[in-house]
Nanobody, 123 residues
Framework: VQLQASGGGLVQAGDSLRLSCAASGRTFSNYGMGWFRQAPGKEREFVAAISWSGGSTLYASSVKGRFTISRDNAKNTVNLEMNSLKPEDTAVYYC?????????????????WGRGTQVTVSS
């Protein structure tokens, strides 16, 4: 699976941003999808995951209630809607695909990764 994330940018605290990840190469609906992020000087961390059908989702506590993950299997895309952004959300955001359990939260569980997209939130 080839993944390409897009939609990052520079926004102010309180703003919203929508990230998209386009997938190609294999049957997209066979994979759970996740978003991770990596801030400068920090390890990459789990943000959100969505099941194969899109019927189940999982969020990190730091983004729950502000971020929404969704997918469109017909378009081979997964999105991350980010609201009420905070400066601490500043990071490079990555999308990833997992062939095993969709609710994986560890990066080593994911099989495919896209290049990241930078999100910068100014105060």
């Amino acid at each position: 699976v080839q993944l390409q994330a897009s939609g990052g940018g520079l926004v102010q605290a309180g703003d919203s941003l929508r990230l998209s990840c386009a997938a190609s190469g294999r049957t997209f609906s066979n994979y759970g999808m996740g978003w991770f992020r990596q801030a400068p000087g920090k390890e990459r961390e789990f943000v959100a995951a969505i099941s194969w059908s899109g019927g189940s989702t999982l969020y990190a506590s730091s983004v729950k209630g502000r971020f929404t993950i969704s997918r469109d299997n017909a378009k081979n895309t997964v999105n991350l809607e980010m609201n009420s952004l905070k400066p601490e959300d500043t990071a490079v955001y990555y999308c990833a695909a997992v062939g095993g359990g969709w609710d994986a939260t560890k990066e080593q569980d994911y099989d495919y990764w896209g290049r990241g997209t930078q999100v910068t939130v100014s105060s």
